[in-house]
């Protein structure tokens, strides 16, 4: 029904920035909630932050809040987000999804994913 793309992922020195993108196909984006999830080798997925359908509502978790920023186009069919002040630790593989969850921090009730983007960051 939906495919997801995501972009923007990159090598960047720690303090530096990065926005990733993530781009709909096969249905509008806007009926979604969307969220970015990132995960690192060894370790489980984890929620990063997410977005409701009008955009009206943003989530983050607490070691992102403050340094990353989700929004969304509709009009363009994709969700963004923009990195700031980025450290050792935000170094994964960045997965968007999209879906209608009863718990938006969770990967469960997501239908739809990305296969993801890969962010690292150096000192």
């Known amino acids: 029904q939906v495919q997801l793309v995501e972009s923007g992922g990159a090598l960047v020195q720690a303090g530096g920035s990065l926005r990733l993108s993530c781009a709909a196909s096969?249905?509008?984006?806007?009926?979604?909630?969307v969220g970015w999830f990132r995960q690192a080798p060894g370790t489980e997925r984890e929620f990063v932050a997410a977005?409701?359908?009008?955009?009206?509502?943003?989530y983050y978790a607490d070691s992102v809040k403050g340094r990353f920023t989700i929004s969304r186009d509709n009009t363009k069919n994709t969700v963004y987000l923009q990195m700031n002040s980025l450290n050792l630790e935000d170094t994964a593989t960045y997965f968007c999804?999209?879906?209608?969850?009863?718990?938006?921090?969770?990967?469960?009730?997501?239908?739809?994913w990305g296969q993801g983007t890969q962010v690292t960051v150096s000192s």
């Open positions: 999804a999209a879906g209608n969850p009863l718990l938006r921090v969770g990967p469960s009730g997501y239908a739809y």
């Open positions: 096969g249905r509008t984006l806007s009926i979604y909630t």
């Open positions: 977005i409701s359908r009008n955009a009206d509502n943003t």
